[in-house]
C-alpha cells in the first residue's frame, strides 16, 4: 500500500452521491472467505457500524498492523472499500482478476504521489470508499505512530468526510514477522465520521491527520470486548 503524502496537486474534484454495488466476486469473497476467518477463527466482531455513511464518497482511515487489515476493512463497514495496490498483482492469473473485482485499484512501482492520489481521486469521484492506513506502512504495536496527510488530502480534494477505523490486535493476529496466523480476538471499532478538511495547506492537513491519530489511538485504548 503506498501512502499518499503530496500536497501540491491544486486539481478539484467534483465527486457523486453514487456509491458502487459490491460485484458478485466481491460478495463471494465476503461470505465464502473474509467472513469466516474473520468471525469464525479469529472471533471477530464490529462496533460502530450505525456510523458508516452508506452513500457517497468515504475516505476511511484506519490503523495498519496486519496484511489482515485490507479484507477486513474491506468487507466489514457494510459497503465496499477500495485500496491501492502494486501494479504487477494485477498481472497474476486469477489474484488480478480478484483483487480487481474487489475494488483495488493499481498504482505503478515508482508513481509519484501525485499521480497516486489522482487515481484515488477518480475512485472518490465515482462514489467509491477509499481505504486509506494512516501510517502508510504496517506497525509493530498496531498503533498510529508517524501519520502521513495523505488521507486529509484526499478528502479536502473530493470534500469527503473522514471515517477514523480502529482495527484491534490484528498485529497479534498477523504482524510483522510471522508466518502463520495467531487466533486471537480482532475487533473493529469505528468512530464519529468527521468533515474535510476546508483548504490544502500544510497546516490545515496536518491538523486533521492529527485528529485522525488522536480518535484511532482513543478507540484502540477503549480495548477489546467480549464477543
Same mark, same amino acid.
Given at each position: 500500500?503506498s501512502?499518499?503524502?503530496s500536497t +501540491?496537486d491544486d486539481?478539484?474534484?467534483?465527486?457523486?452521491?453514487?456509491t458502487?454495488?459490491?460485484s458478485?466476486i466481491?460478495?463471494?469473497?465476503?461470505?465464502l472467505?473474509?467472513f469466516?476467518? &474473520?468471525?469464525?477463527?479469529?472471533k471477530g466482531r464490529?462496533s460502530?457500524n450505525?456510523?458508516?455513511?452508506?452513500?457517497?464518497?468515504l475516505?476511511?482511515v484506519?490503523n495498519?498492523? $496486519?496484511h489482515? /487489515?485490507?479484507?477486513?476493512?474491506?468487507?466489514a463497514?457494510?459497503r465496499?472499500v477500495a &485500496?491501492?495496490?502494486? *501494479?504487477?498483482? &494485477?498481472r497474476?492469473?486469477i489474484l488480478g482478476?480478484?483483487?480487481r *473485482?474487489?475494488?483495488?485499484y493499481?498504482?505503478? #512501482?515508482?508513481?509519484? /504521489? #501525485?499521480?497516486?492520489? @489522482? +487515481?484515488a481521486?477518480a @475512485?472518490l469521484e465515482?462514489?467509491?470508499a477509499?481505504?486509506?492506513?494512516l501510517?502508510g506502512t @504496517?506497525? +509493530?504495536? %498496531?498503533r498510529v505512530n508517524q501519520p502521513?496527510?495523505?488521507?486529509?488530502?484526499?478528502a479536502?480534494? $473530493?470534500?469527503?468526510?473522514?471515517l477514523?477505523?480502529?482495527? !484491534?490486535n490484528?498485529?497479534?493476529a498477523l504482524?510483522?514477522?510471522r508466518?502463520?496466523? @495467531?487466533?486471537?480476538?480482532?475487533?473493529l471499532r469505528i468512530?464519529?465520521?468527521?468533515?474535510?478538511p476546508t %483548504?490544502r #495547506?500544510?497546516?490545515e492537513?496536518? *491538523?486533521?491527520?492529527?485528529?485522525?491519530q488522536? #480518535?484511532?489511538n *482513543?478507540l !484502540?485504548?477503549?480495548?477489546?470486548?467480549?464477543p
Amino acid at each position: 500500500m503506498s501512502p499518499l503524502v503530496s500536497t +501540491t496537486d491544486d486539481s478539484s474534484a467534483v465527486v457523486t452521491s453514487i456509491t458502487p454495488k459490491p460485484s458478485l466476486i466481491y460478495q463471494l469473497v465476503s461470505y465464502l472467505l473474509v467472513f469466516p476467518v &474473520f468471525r469464525g477463527l479469529l472471533k471477530g466482531r464490529t462496533s460502530g457500524n450505525a456510523l458508516v455513511p452508506l452513500q457517497g464518497p468515504l475516505v476511511v482511515v484506519a490503523n495498519h498492523g $496486519s496484511h489482515l /487489515d485490507p479484507p477486513l476493512l474491506g468487507h466489514a463497514l457494510g459497503r465496499p472499500v477500495a &485500496f491501492m495496490a502494486k *501494479a504487477e498483482l &494485477f498481472r497474476i492469473p486469477i489474484l488480478g482478476a480478484l483483487i480487481r *473485482a474487489c475494488g483495488a485499484y493499481p498504482v505503478k #512501482r515508482g508513481a509519484s /504521489d #501525485r499521480e497516486a492520489v @489522482r +487515481t484515488a481521486t477518480a @475512485r472518490l469521484e465515482e462514489g467509491w470508499a477509499i481505504g486509506v492506513f494512516l501510517d502508510g506502512t @504496517r506497525q +509493530t504495536d %498496531g498503533r498510529v505512530n508517524q501519520p502521513r496527510p495523505g488521507a486529509a488530502l484526499l478528502a479536502a480534494r $473530493s470534500g469527503a468526510p473522514l471515517l477514523p477505523v480502529a482495527i !484491534i490486535n490484528s498485529h497479534r493476529a498477523l504482524g510483522a514477522g510471522r508466518s502463520w496466523p @495467531r487466533l486471537v480476538p480482532v475487533e473493529l471499532r469505528i468512530g464519529e465520521p468527521i468533515p474535510a478538511p476546508t %483548504g490544502r #495547506r500544510k497546516p490545515e492537513l496536518e *491538523a486533521t491527520t492529527r485528529e485522525l491519530q488522536r #480518535r484511532i489511538n *482513543a478507540l !484502540i485504548d477503549q480495548g477489546v470486548g467480549k464477543p
